[in-house]
């Protein structure tokens, strides 16, 4: 049934967003995409989660990133998604961009894991069932699988594609070897790669230095970048220490010990830069991940719709100047 309260912003579209295209593809992605990774699941208040995905369509975010054992628990969030387009969004799903990933653990035995054919196509069927969808928009292969053929893996993403169950495939930290076996792989099937999702952030930038975002460039495969702000180190929560209730309080993906004293001397540096630039420092590290146009778009997470909003900042950030690029450098190889 149908939300009737829900009416979408009918301005949407009209400069609250950047569209950003994907590679050499037909494809434009908002700039911003809404992350499900952890606070959509089971555990989540589900008003809550219908609040912050109707603020991010209302203010143009197209583009919305699953994967099939987010939550927590395992797949609750694509099924919080599930609900959420057949109370609102059903009437609008032409206009989203719909992408989930396997390659994590996902269910027992031998088949809920990695990269092998049977748990790819298996894994959409269940992500779809979940999700209330007859295809998604873009489909990832999760990670690399060392022990499975390469051949084996993109073999069943060309396969999905053909079966109408995604219109596009992607990888996500895949190594730059076989990322370029990848490319040229699908290319040559017909199903080219439309993204590769990788980590990329003021503080972790391998993806840059080690050649992924040059690659993918030169392939005419788009970046879609994840944890820009560093599981929240690249905010303004840890400036003083570890506050009550923050997620390395609770040690999710971060513990205490992470916060070393140089980390934490680099993070208030670039507060301090931030804050003569006039921003927050979340708003300079999204603008940072931003100013590369080879990124296509950076996912978000939010718990809330004020967080929400405050990404959303970032569309009206100054760009770097070089001397401000140089800073930031040198912050973050400091000893």
């Not at 599930?82 to 396997?102: C, H, N, Q, V, W």
């Not at 996902?106 to 295809?135: A, E, F, V």
């Not at 080219?192 to 503080?203: A, D, F, V």
């Not at 778009?297 to 100054?318: F, M």
Request: contains cysteine; charged residues 25%; aromatic residues 12%.
């Amino acid at each position: 049934m149908i939300d009737p309260i829900y009416s979408p912003n009918p301005d949407r579209y009209d400069g609250l967003m950047q569209y950003r295209r994907s590679g050499r593809s037909g494809i434009l992605m908002s700039a911003l995409s809404l992350g499900f990774w952890h606070n959509f699941g089971s555990i989540s208040n589900f008003a809550n989660c219908k609040a912050m995905m109707h603020y991010a369509f209302d203010h143009g975010i197209t583009c919305y990133d699953f994967a099939n054992n987010y939550g927590p628990t395992y797949g609750t969030a694509e099924e919080t998604f599930g609900r959420m387009m057949d109370l609102s969004f059903r009437p609008y799903r032409d206009e989203m961009f719909i992408t989930t990933k396997a390659g994590y653990d996902m269910w027992p035995g031998p088949y809920g894991n990695w990269g092998s054919r049977k748990y790819l196509i298996s894994s959409l069927d269940q992500s779809l069932k979940r999700m209330r969808l007859d295809y998604v928009d873009l489909f990832y292969s999760h990670r690399y699988d060392p022990n499975t053929p390469l051949e084996e893996t993109l073999q069943a993403l060309v396969d999905i594609v053909r079966r109408g169950k995604a219109l596009y495939v992607g990888i996500s930290r895949w190594p730059l070897e076989a990322a370029e076996f990848a490319y040229r792989y699908l290319r040559e099937r017909d199903v080219p790669c439309l993204c590769y999702q990788g980590k990329y952030n003021i503080l972790y930038q391998e993806d840059d230095t080690g050649g992924i975002l040059a690659s993918a460039t030169d392939a005419g495969v788009g970046y879609v970048a994840f944890s820009p702000l560093q599981q929240g180190l690249l905010t303004d929560r840890y400036l003083n220490g570890i506050p009550q209730g923050s997620r390395m309080s609770r040690r999710e993906a971060l513990t205490p010990d992470d916060l070393t004293p140089t980390l934490l001397q680099q993070i208030r540096d670039l507060a301090e830069l931030a804050a003569q630039r006039g921003e927050s420092l979340a708003d300079m590290a999204l603008a940072w991940c931003l100013r590369r146009p080879e990124v296509t778009s950076v996912i978000v997470g939010a718990s809330s719709v004020a967080q929400l909003e405050d990404d959303l900042r970032v569309l009206d950030s100054q760009s770097f100047s070089a001397e401000q690029l140089d800073i930031i450098e040198d912050i973050i190889h400091q000893k």
